[in-house]
T-cell receptor
Framework: NAGVTQTPKFQVLKTGQSMTLQCAQDMNHNSMYWYRQDPGMGLRLIYYSASEGTTDKGEVPNGYNVSRLNKREFSLRLESAAPSQTSVYFC?????????????FGPGTRLTVT | AQTVTQSQPEMSVQEAETVTLSCTYDTSESNYYLFWYKQPPSRQMILVIRQEAYKQQNATENRFSVNFQKAAKSFSLKISDSQLGDTAMYFCAFMKQGTSGSRLTFGEGTQLTVNP
């Protein structure tokens, strides 16, 4: 099992460019999440998908869109990148939305917007 | 909304000694879960230990244990017999139980350095 995989690992964008971060999990998990981690801060939830076909906003959703493509894949799109979106992005997945199931994290994508 | 506070940005400990990392949280929920995650330089987030709020007994995982004080809303992590591989950023996290999704709220983190 690869667990949670993310592509790309690193990306540099110019202000105004768009890109999609890809995430896939092979653990048959129902729920998936996107977080961002800024220096000196913990992870903050951007969007999540409690189950296939549903998505909801988290703490910091502005400037992002998501797509739960199928049960395995959950993508995060930046339509018009801004320097404030420079961060490390983590995808995570868990069995279900309603309890204490552990969240398994991907290795992260380091994004720099110039 | 829940908040999680880790008041120690950095800590250091000698190899083989014991260290305690502090975490406090604020919530009006009665059913919730608390976690400690470890993030080594590789950036991978690794679950260290989990505590259910309804359980009075403190969770333990080998050299890692917690001191959960529900009334005080405190959740500290004790690492015994510290090893060089324990050097990492440690995050305390809160999860509310419910149908709105098992979202985690993280603290700011504590950078732990284990010295030889």
């Amino acid at each position: 099992n690869a667990g949670v995989t993310q592509t790309p690992k690193f990306q540099v964008l110019k202000t105004g460019q768009s890109m999609t971060l890809q995430c896939a999990q092979d653990m048959n998990h129902n729920s998936m999440y996107w977080y961002r981690q800024d220096p000196g801060m913990g992870l903050r939830l951007i969007y999540y998908s409690a189950s296939e076909g549903t998505t909801d906003k988290g703490e910091v959703p502005n400037g992002y869109n998501v797509s739960r493509l199928n049960k395995r894949e959950f993508s995060l799109r930046l339509e018009s990148a801004a320097p404030s979106q420079t961060s490390v992005y983590f995808c995570a997945s868990s069995w279900g939305p309603e309890n204490s199931y552990e969240q398994y994290f991907g290795p992260g994508t380091r994004l720099t917007v110039t | 909304a829940q908040t999680v506070t880790q008041s120690q940005p950095e800590m250091s400990v000698q190899e083989a000694e014991t260290v305690t990392l502090s975490c406090t949280y604020d919530t009006s929920e009665s059913n919730y879960y608390l976690f400690w995650y470890k993030q080594p330089p590789s950036r991978q987030m690794i679950l260290v230990i989990r505590q259910e709020a309804y359980k009075q007994q403190n969770a333990t995982e080998n050299r890692f244990s917690v001191n959960f004080q529900k009334a005080a809303k405190s959740f500290s992590l004790k690492i015994s017999d510290s090893q060089l591989g324990d050097t990492a950023m440690y995050f305390c996290a809160f999860m509310k139980q419910g149908t709105s999704g098992s979202r985690l709220t993280f603290g700011e983190g504590t950078q732990l350095t284990v010295n030889p």
